[in-house]
């Protein structure tokens, strides 16, 4: 590939954004560079004391229909798709008096934002570009040509080649303007296709695509050898995509993948119902709790699996104060996220140089509608996000004996962290802690044969005469399919069991339950999380 560069004589200007919009066209003006721009644009640029021809006189129609024809026009698709070197496109430009467009500048209506802030759908409608796209495909396509910007960011790049090659681009930089610009098209049309089918409760739709802005190239992905980045898709749900990191090394794509299980986990526990604290290794609550206040929440969440909690993942629920951040910091961590932090905290946070603080701004909801998706071997899955809420849900006594108040607290309690425990679960909770997880096995008894030994290892650890899972209650994510796990559940000492029934031998469990004088309920609701 060679620099084939083009000389740029004139301009088309088009943008939401006026971010520097200025400076860069009275640059390009500098340059001899012929501005042509439309409605807003133009204003701005006639005002800043730049000559600017009005697209209305380059294409003899004035802006229509409240502006949504004005570009749609062949002075501006033949200015921008013409082959510079093709004989018949130059004769034909001649012959309609269509002059060259050489550097294309569009950043489209802003309908994400609009979508964001909560409009009407009227006005969403009214912030979906369409001669922007058209204007950005064209250009791109004839990239041999003609450059392209979709965004301010690009502004200093096409400056810094037109002042090294006396006024033109290379083709180098054509080519990245251009791919950048078929992705920044793709991932508005993506935008606008899952609102509509939002809109439309369309669980389904014949085609589904997704977009993104990145956030940051990552240095390797699960392992060392993957190539991996971050991108940000126009949902705004607070965590890891919204927060401020304020210290420590770029996050790696473990850290977000495990700072995200780690926040949505926390969110599950009202803030101003109660502290909590959840602590996430590999993907996995190794410790949750809620307590008096955020140092309470962590020292309990902790003391479930203090091994595995080493180089792990914090959230907390509430903003993080300087009691907790001291308290936090005596063990070696990957990641303190919060929705926010005092001065001091952050102040004590910093003395650990490598250790990442992420202020999120807010809480996500737990109950909010949205979709998650999961790519497999040509193709991915969509489904609705598991937004079920134990708080929500009626619980059914199945068992002679109910559970008592204490053990119905800790019920739910346990299957509020189930949901975010990899599949199959089992959790064992005491006094608003988890003392026990097991996750992600082949077989539920063997989650709860992990869970229960975990346990007793803590108790170990701590020179208790017993493992917390004496006393204690267990959920579990999917129904018991044979008695087995339930078994083991009561050998480590629980009393009571949450889960969601269904199975064909839930007459058989409940029959073990009742012979071992344990209460159980049923929910109706799984929490599979594979």
């Given amino acids: 590939m060679t620099d084939h560069p083009r000389r740029v004589t004139r301009a088309l200007l088009s943008v939401s954004d006026k ?9 390009l003006a500098g340059h001899g560079v012929d501005l042509v721009s439309t409605g807003g644009t133009a204003k701005a640029l006639a005002a800043a004391g730049l000559k600017v021809t009005d697209i209305a006189q380059l294409t003899g129609f004035p802006e229509m229909m409240d502006g949504r024809v004005k570009t749609l026009h062949p002075k501006v698709h033949g200015g921008l798709l013409a082959i510079r070197d093709n004989r018949e496109h130059a004769q034909a430009m001649k012959d309609h008096g269509i002059a060259p467009i050489d550097l294309l500048v569009v950043n489209l209506y802003p309908f994400e934002a609009t979508v964001d802030k909560g409009a009407a759908f009227e006005e969403c409608i009214e912030n979906i ?50 791919a950048k610009a078929y992705a920044r098209t793709a991932a508005y049309d993506s935008a606008i296709s899952n609102w509509f089918a939002l809109q439309l409760k369309t669980d389904a739709p014949d085609f589904r695509s997704f977009g993104g802005r990145l956030i940051q190239p990552l240095r390797y992905g699960e392992n060392p050898h993957q190539s991996a980045a971050f991108y940000k898709t126009p949902e705004r749900r607070p965590g890891v995509t919204t927060a401020r990191q304020l210290q420590g090394k770029e996050l790696s794509y473990n850290n977000i993948n495990d700072t995200d299980a780690a926040y949505e986990c926390v969110a599950e526990f009202d803030a101003d119902r109660t502290a909590a604290c959840v602590i996430v290794k590999h993907a996995n609550p190794c410790g949750v709790a809620e307590g008096t206040d955020l140092v309470d929440a962590y020292r309990k969440a902790l003391a479930c699996d203090p091994v595995s909690a080493s180089g792990g993942i914090i959230a907390v629920n509430r903003v993080l104060d300087a009691e907790a951040a001291r308290t936090i910091i005596e063990l070696f961590t990957e990641v303190i996220i919060a929705p926010d932090a005092t001065e001091e905290a952050i102040a004590i946070v910093s003395q650990r140089k490598n250790l990442r603080l992420l202020l999120a701004g807010g809480l996500p909801d737990p109950r909010a509608a949205g979709i998650t998706a999961k790519t497999v071997a040509g193709g991915f899955l969509v489904q609705s996000r598991d937004n079920a809420v134990v708080d929500d849900m009626t619980l059914k006594t199945v068992t002679r004996r109910e559970p008592t108040g204490a053990e119905l607290r800790d019920l739910r309690f346990a299957f509020r962290v189930a949901k975010h425990v990899k599949s199959n679960t089992i959790v064992y909770a005491k006094d608003l802690a988890t003392v026990g997880v097991g996750a992600g096995q082949m077989s539920r008894v063997d989650s709860a044969r992990i869970a229960a030994r975990k346990a007793q290892d803590a108790a170990d650890a701590l020179k208790m005469a017993e493992p917390m899972t004496r006393g204690s209650v267990v959920a579990s994510d999917a129904f018991f399919p044979f008695t087995d796990g339930l078994l083991t559940a009561i050998e480590a000492g629980a009393t009571a069991v949450i889960q ?7 007459a058989e469990i409940i029959k073990a339950a009742d012979e071992h004088g344990i209460a159980m309920v049923f929910t109706g609701v799984r929490h599979f999380r594979h």
């Fill in 19 to 27: 971010t520097g919009l200025i400076e860069f066209a009275r640059t």
């Fill in 500 to 506: 969601p029934g269904g199975s064909i031998r839930d």
């Fill in 129 to 178: 570009d369409i001669g922007g796209p058209a204007m950005i495909r064209a250009a791109a396509k004839n990239h041999d040509d003609v450059a392209v910007v979709v965004e301010p960011a690009d502004y200093q790049a096409v400056l810094d080649e037109l002042a090294a090659n006396k006024g033109a681009t290379t083709l180098t930089l054509r080519r990245r303007l251009a």
